[in-house]
């Protein structure tokens, strides 16, 4: 036999007021399913300074601007995600140099260094090293704490060179 309350309006329980879901646990739908983020700084030897993890659906310039904040580099390298008027202009006010290539929509591409940008496969390197965990690849935890915490230990991890 059903209660009423049992399909009358749908949701949690009132006495649980935290938000639940997974978009609280940066848990996101792609096309591949559902996918987690890394966002990653290094520094010039491929270390991990600064991260943050976002839903898989979410665009690569949202978090940059708080990582670069926290980090302060002289130069960022990255690739065409980063390359935004407005990210450049706050590089520019940071006092950073930006190695962006731009997308082929811009009508007067910005110059950038060529030569420096080869050096951005430092970063690649840094996530094939993480990929080799298991845990950090596939994800096996439910929660975005736990799931930092595997990230953290797998950056420590690379500052100890175990």
């Known amino acids: ?3 009423h309350r049992q399909h009358h309006e749908p ?10 879901g997974a978009q609280v646990q940066a848990i996101g739908r792609s096309r591949g399913g559902a996918t987690t983020k890394v966002h990653l700084i290094v520094d010039a030897l491929g270390l991990p300074l600064s991260f943050r993890i ?3 659906q979410r665009h690569e ?3 940059a601007p708080e990582l ?3 980090t302060k580099p002289r130069c960022l390298l990255g690739d065409k995600a980063y390359s935004s008027v407005a990210f450049r202009a706050e590089l520019a006010a940071l006092g950073c140099k930006a190695v ?3 997308s082929s929509s811009w009508i007067n591409p ?3 260094d060529r030569d420096l940008y080869k050096a951005r496969s430092e970063i690649e390197c840094t ?8 845990r950090f690849a596939t994800r096996y935890e439910k929660t975005l704490r736990n799931y930092s915490a595997v990230v953290a230990v797998g950056c420590l991890l690379l500052w100890l060179r175990i």
């Open 100 to 102: 962006l290539p731009s």
């Open 61 to 63: 310039i949202v978090p």
């Open 110 to 112: 910005p110059d950038y």
């Open 127 to 134: 996530f094939n090293l993480l990929k080799q965990a298991r």
């Open 54 to 56: 976002t839903e898989g």
């Open 11 to 20: 949701g949690s329980p009132a006495r649980c007021w935290r938000k639940r």
């Open 1 to 3: 036999m059903a209660q």
């Open 68 to 70: 670069v904040g926290e």
